[in-house]
């Protein structure tokens, strides 16, 4: 399947809208890798595996990959190992660690120090605040461990630069995803998390990336290998860039950003964003089927033979209703501006933080919670406490959610 077709199919565009902007940032980007040992956390997703590939055209030193799901990881070693120009990297090394472990300590410490940290794990679902056990393992993962491995770094006097990727969804967020990643920002820039170890450190927000692991585009490939009907929110627009865009983004962002910036793309909403229903139809005609709307998961299902008979395939529209969804897409938070920072096609936001204690009391909070089981708390606490550093933050809570639906 055409990788690059189906990414012009989200995105609308014929070529990497950052291009310019590695061009711009090249030297800099030699200077942060070439020769310099890197560490990349959750490198076998889709995000990570995409920045991987494209770090390694500037020949660390050393590349080291850490991700907990082992699939993943294979995936990425053969890909690597099967590129026509080759591997330029001698020092690589793909690791089945969980990044928050005693062993990703034990790592950390016998390594020689890393020059530039770059951190993609994450819970970065919607629908994992469904319950608060989902939620405290979706807190874990995107704040505590940040700052436990934070710490562990300074302890090496490492790295030189840190990068952690955040979302779109971390401005002004409606769900407890958006939120948790707004905390990272908070976590990551503020001293109150951990003693700083005096490196630069700098995020990412970005629009939704086409075709990746667990994406609603991605859903459709799925779907379609399951015989399975498509299904596509109804009236709904985003921002999309492809995966190789994606990669670019974290790599400038990585190595170029000025110090506790979030860097974000210079979207366009009249030109930029997509109606998904239009994704869809061109995905299942790009596919070699004529779309069939239905408009109930029971009509959708009860068609699939039907349809496929005669060249159709069934597309189930549903309404934007579930708890946390947003009905429009925006990358600066209240209180922030978009700065400029010499670059055609990104922007950056200069972090603004707390020097109050409430970062340090927070994460003290959730992990009474995570570490005594018998502590009494619910979700309408946990949001509370989220609120106390994340202010801005109105949950959308509609009583739905998407694992109700198909």
Same mark, same amino acid.
């Given at each position: 399947?055409? =990788?690059?077709a ?6 609308? *565009?014929?070529h ?8 711009c ?6 200077? #942060? ?56 990297v ?12 005693p062993v ?5 410490? @016998? ?12 819970l ?19 704040i ?7 710490e562990?770094?300074? !302890? ?22 958006g939120a948790?990643?707004?905390?990272m ?15 630069v450190?700098t ?18 490939? *799925?779907r ?20 190789? @865009? ?10 170029? #950003? ?20 239009d994704?869809?139809t061109?995905?299942l ?10 408009h109930?998961?029971?009509? #959708? ?22 708890? =946390?969804?947003?009905?429009y897409?925006?990358?600066i938070?209240? =209180?922030?501006?978009?700065? !400029? ?10 972090? *603004? ?11 003290s ?7 005594? #089981?018998?502590?009494?708390?619910s ?28």
């Amino acid at each position: 399947m055409n =990788g690059d077709a189906l990414s012009r199919l989200a995105t609308g *565009r014929k070529h990497d809208l950052f291009i310019e902007d590695v061009e711009c940032c090249r030297k800099q980007i030699a200077d #942060a890798v070439n020769g310099k040992r890197v560490l990349i956390i959750g490198g076998a997703g889709s995000i990570g595996s995409s920045t991987v590939l494209q770090i390694a055209h500037f020949i660390p030193r050393s590349l080291h990959v850490v991700d907990q799901n082992e699939n993943n990881l294979a995936e990425l070693v053969r890909d690597i190992r099967s590129q026509k120009e080759g591997f330029p990297v001698s020092d690589f090394r793909a690791l089945p660690i969980d990044f928050g472990s005693p062993v990703m300590r034990r790592l950390v410490k @016998e390594q020689p120090s890393y020059d530039f940290v770059l951190n993609f794990a994450a819970l970065k679902h919607v629908r994992s605040e469904k319950d608060t056990l989902s939620l405290l393992q979706m807190l874990d993962t995107n704040i505590i461990k940040q700052a436990r491995l934070l710490e562990w770094l300074a !302890e090496k006097s490492s790295p030189l630069r840190y990068f952690c990727v955040s979302t779109d969804k971390a401005a002004n967020p409606v769900n407890m995803m958006g939120a948790s990643k707004r905390l990272m920002e908070h976590v990551i820039f503020s001293s109150e998390a951990y003693e700083g170890a005096g490196a630069v450190i700098t995020s990412a927000r970005f629009a939704n990336v086409a075709f990746s692991d667990g994406s609603l585009l991605y859903s459709w490939l *799925r779907r379609m290998e399951k015989r399975q009907p498509v299904v596509v929110p109804r009236k709904t627009k985003r921002f999309f860039i492809s995966l190789r @865009e994606a990669g670019q983004l974290c790599v400038i962002a990585g190595t170029c #950003a000025p110090d506790r910036t979030i860097v974000i793309p210079r979207f366009h909403p009249e030109k930029d964003l997509r109606e998904l229903f239009d994704i869809a139809t061109a995905f299942l005609r790009f596919q070699g089927f004529d779309p069939h709307e239905c408009h109930s998961e029971e009509e #959708a299902k009860a068609s699939i033979d039907a349809d496929l008979a005669c060249g159709r395939y069934p597309l189930l529209l549903t309404p934007l209703d579930t708890s =946390g969804e947003k009905p429009y897409e925006e990358f600066i938070g209240k =209180g922030e501006r978009g700065e !400029e920072i010499g670059l055609p096609n990104l922007l950056a936001i200069y972090f *603004r933080g707390f020097k109050d204690g409430r970062v340090k009391a927070f994460l003290s909070s959730i992990e009474q919670f995570l570490e005594h #089981a018998n502590v009494e708390m619910s979700k309408d606490h946990i949001i509370q406490l989220i609120k106390s550093v994340v202010p801005e933050f109105q949950h959308n809570e509609t009583g739905k959610s998407l694992d109700n639906q198909m």
